[in-house]
């Protein structure tokens, strides 16, 4: 998913756990927002820009060349992770392209084209977790055990397998709670064994109340842009 925004005046915004990781342009610079566990407070600067590429859950680490547990709760910059001649090459591709999204795009598509191709079975992984698929039956069905299964996804998506379910869950419930759904049915929808669960789950997870969290996200969602 591709997604740009530009902040008018200093803001602070709550960017929550997903799962994923963003391949990010802010103010002419390439970065990589990691997996995040927690919610975190992101200061951004009145005027700046940031174009995003939003890889789905356990994708982007083949694209990047780094264990995505290595990026958890992190944000660099590219050189960190790139030779020198790669980070030049990246960032001529968003140079010479029309607008920094089509660049990203560039250079997605010119890593994607000379790396390995992710492991499919990651991301049916993250599928039967999103769906409610206990760890233990998803490890059963992949025929790894537990242990592989776990090594797997610290490699893939940052955490363990029942971290990515638990974010996965969050994410699934605050998407229903956004669109009015009663939090109660919110919750059951998303496989919470009641409302109160999910309460705990958004304080563990986001360090606010749901309702404190909703009202401070408004209708703009931060990205995970730090």
Same mark, same amino acid.
């Given at each position: 998913?591709?997604?740009?925004?530009?902040?008018?005046?200093?803001?602070?915004?709550?960017?929550?756990?997903?799962?994923?990781?963003?391949?990010?342009?802010?103010?002419?610079?390439?970065?990589? /927002?990691? !997996?995040?566990? %927690?919610?975190?407070?992101?200061? $951004? &600067?009145? =005027?700046?820009?940031? #174009?995003?590429?939003?890889? *789905?859950?356990?994708?982007?680490?083949?694209?990047?060349?780094?264990?995505?547990?290595?990026?958890?709760?992190?944000?660099?910059?590219?050189?960190?992770?790139?030779?020198?001649?790669?980070?030049?090459?990246?960032?001529?591709?968003?140079?010479?392209?029309?607008?920094?999204?089509?660049?990203?795009?560039?250079?997605?598509?010119?890593?994607?084209?000379?790396?390995?191709? /992710?492991? !499919?079975?990651? %991301?049916?992984?993250?599928?039967? $977790? &999103?769906? =409610?698929?206990?760890? #233990?039956?998803?490890?059963? *069905?992949?025929?790894?055990?537990?242990?592989?299964?776990?090594?797997?996804?610290?490699?893939?998506?940052?955490?363990?397998?029942?971290?990515?379910?638990?974010?996965?869950?969050?994410?699934?419930?605050?998407?229903?709670?956004?669109?009015?759904?009663?939090?109660?049915?919110?919750?059951?929808?998303?496989?919470?064994?009641?409302?109160?669960?999910?309460?705990?789950?958004?304080?563990?997870?986001?360090?606010?109340?749901?309702?404190?969290? $909703?009202?401070?996200?408004?209708?703009?969602?931060?990205?995970?842009? *730090?």
């Amino acid at each position: 998913m591709v997604w740009t925004r530009t902040v008018r005046s200093a803001v602070e915004a709550p960017v929550l756990p997903d799962g994923c990781m963003d391949l990010l342009w802010m103010d002419g610079e390439l970065r990589v /927002a990691g !997996p995040d566990t %927690r919610a975190r407070e992101v200061t $951004l &600067a009145g =005027g700046t820009r940031i #174009a995003g590429i939003r890889f *789905a859950p356990g994708t982007a680490p083949a694209l990047l060349g780094v264990p995505a547990h290595e990026l958890r709760d992190a944000g660099i910059e590219i050189d960190a992770l790139w030779s020198p001649a790669e980070v030049r090459r990246a960032g001529e591709l968003v140079g010479e392209s029309a607008n920094p999204v089509a660049g990203l795009e560039a250079v997605a598509a010119a890593r994607a084209a000379v790396a390995e191709p /992710a492991d !499919p079975v990651v %991301r049916w992984i993250a599928t039967e $977790l &999103a769906a =409610g698929r206990s760890v #233990a039956e998803t490890a059963a *069905a992949t025929g790894f055990g537990a242990r592989r299964l776990h090594r797997l996804s610290l490699a893939s998506f940052g955490y363990g397998p029942k971290t990515l379910a638990r974010v996965l869950r969050l994410q699934h419930g605050l998407a229903l709670a956004r669109a009015d759904v009663p939090f109660a049915e919110a919750a059951a929808r998303a496989g919470y064994a009641d409302q109160s669960h999910f309460a705990r789950e958004v304080r563990d997870l986001t360090g606010m109340p749901l309702r404190r969290l $909703l009202t401070a996200q408004g209708t703009d969602q931060a990205s995970n842009a *730090a």
